[in-house]
């Protein structure tokens, strides 16, 4: 992968105004830039409104979905790296590049979602005799069970989501 949303100079900028951003601070530029490259793939993974910018412009020039044929659609799919930018989005918008800032903060601070997944459904641990109880009712936070780390990310994310219950069907030639 060869881009992020945002650049280590954004970041600072963010970071400048926001409390409690010392896992950010305190980092080496390399380790930043590492996150926020890990960041970047998490939210790729996410399944977002709309098409890819440049699926979106193949679709206009060939004149609608029903004008192309599926290797003009993964063509244009591979064309761009990254999900953003969107539609008639000729930039990435700042929001998915605020969620980039946040979820490299959470990183930086030693958030895994997996493990804070699995946590949840702990009810007691004990250390001599070494007894951990688990109670696998409990429901999982959503921004954890989508692999986000950090709750402030995922509510400037979810706007952009797809409804994961619509089931949308596209006739190619």
Not at 81 to 96: A, H, Q, S
Not at 129 to 134: D, E, H, Q
Request: proline content about 3%; overall charge negative.
């Amino acid at each position: 992968m060869t881009s992020m949303y945002g650049s280590i100079t954004k970041a600072n900028a963010y970071f400048l105004t926001r409390l409690h951003s010392e896992a950010w601070e305190m980092e080496n530029a390399t380790n930043q830039t590492k996150a926020l490259y890990t960041a970047t793939r998490i939210i790729d993974r996410l399944n977002y409104k709309g098409n890819k910018r440049s699926v979106y412009l193949a679709v206009l020039a060939a004149g609608g979905w029903d004008q192309l044929a599926l290797l003009d659609i993964q063509v244009a799919e591979a064309a761009q790296e990254l999900e953003f930018p969107r539609d008639t989005d000729t930039t990435v918008p700042v929001d998915i590049e605020t969620a980039c800032f946040e979820i490299s903060l959470a990183l930086l601070d030693g958030v895994d979602p997996d493990i804070e997944l699995e946590n949840l459904g702990v009810t007691n641990q004990s250390y001599s005799g070494v007894k951990t109880s688990y109670n696998r009712d409990q429901q999982p936070i959503e921004h954890l069970l989508h692999g986000i780390p950090s709750a402030m990310a995922w509510r400037i994310l979810k706007p952009f989501l797809r409804d994961g219950r619509a089931v949308i069907t596209v006739r190619v030639n």
